[in-house]
Each structure stands twice: as structure tokens, then as C-alpha cells.
């Protein structure tokens, strides 16, 4: 659990647990107070529930807006919108505008090295998007053939029964296997 802050460091873990709880429950600084006092004993004042109230409440909401601010990243990600390194790119601008000290004591090296990963995983997956269009066009082709394979045994076997038959075998039989193969005179 993160630290509460001033007068409630002094509290037991448990009423700060207990504080946080009724934060969430959204519980007024009274009731909150009261049900610190009845479960663990302990006192606190209720403006400095309020107080504390405040600070907690305003940290939600800058996860919140952190969390919704991501989940719109990842969304536009997935829909396509953007690549890896343009993910890290935004996330490192964004940490940036939030922190503009932040990045003081952060290693530049590391960060090149995390966009390079990214780059990395993109163009992984470029080169599984090609396998992919590679192998779906592979079975294209063997479908035309296995096609024209059937095609060119039907045609012969119509020309066999023709032989057998004593009838004769006709150029244009020949001229429709040679089509089906693309074998021209």
C-alpha cells in the first residue's frame, strides 16, 4: 500500500487499509473516521480524512486519465493506426509532458534500446504478414494446378474412351489438353 501521507503515517496498516476502503466506498470523512474508530480504535480527525480524501481522489483520477490515455493507445495500435516504435514514441512524449523532470535521471541508452526492440517486433511482424500472403499464394497455385490436373486426366480419359472406341482421336482433343496445360502449338 502506498503512503497516505502527514498525520495518517502514524496509523496502523490496517486503519490506513481500512481508510482506503472507505475511500473507494466513497464514504464521507465522518463515516469514515467512525468506522476507523470502531474497528481498529484509533483517531483520526475528520478534516484530515478530507484532506486525505482529496489527495487520494485526485491520484485516481490522474491513474484514470493515465489508464484511458493508454487503453486509447492500445486501441489505436490494434486498430492498425500505428507500429511499435511510434507506441514507444508516444508513450515516451506523453510521460514527458506529464514529468518534464522525469527524464532527467533516465538512461537514454535504454530507451533507444526499448525503441529498437519495438522496430524489431514490427518488422517481425511484417515479415509474418509476407509469410503469411507467401504461403496463402502457394496454395493458390496448387490449387491451380491440382485443377488443371483434373481437367487434363478428364480430357485424356474422354480421349482413351474415344480410342478404345474405335472412333478417332480428334486435334481438337489435343488442342483442349494442351489449353488446359498453357502449352501452345
Not at 96 to 107: A, K, Q, T, V, Y
Not at 111 to 131: F, G, H, I, P
Amino acid at each position: 500500500m502506498g503512503k497516505i501521507g502527514f498525520v495518517t503515517d502514524s496509523l496502523s496498516s490496517a486503519a490506513q487499509e481500512l481508510m482506503l476502503v472507505c475511500f473507494r466506498q466513497k464514504l464521507s470523512a465522518a463515516m469514515t473516521a467512525a468506522k476507523i474508530k470502531a474497528e481498529t480504535g484509533e483517531d483520526v480527525a475528520e478534516r484530515t480524512i478530507g484532506r486525505r480524501k482529496s489527495e487520494w481522489e485526485a491520484n485516481e483520477k490522474r491513474r484514470k486519465s493515465a489508464r484511458e490515455q493508454m487503453q486509447d493507445l492500445l486501441d489505436a495500435m490494434r486498430g492498425g493506426n500505428h507500429t511499435a516504435s511510434e507506441m514507444v514514441n508516444a508513450l515516451a512524449i506523453e510521460s514527458l509532458m506529464r514529468d518534464p523532470e522525469g527524464f532527467i535521471d533516465s538512461d537514454p541508452i535504454r530507451m533507444q534500446r526499448t525503441s529498437l526492440l519495438a522496430e524489431q517486433v514490427r518488422l517481425k511482424r511484417d515479415q509474418l504478414d509476407l509469410k503469411k500472403r507467401e504461403v496463402a499464394l502457394n496454395e493458390a497455385k496448387f490449387d491451380l494446378l491440382k485443377r488443371q490436373k483434373d481437367q487434363a486426366i478428364a480430357e485424356v480419359e474422354a480421349l482413351e474412351k474415344k480410342a478404345a472406341a474405335g472412333e478417332s482421336i480428334s486435334t481438337e482433343g489435343l488442342k483442349k489438353i494442351r489449353d488446359i496445360y498453357g502449352i501452345g502449338q
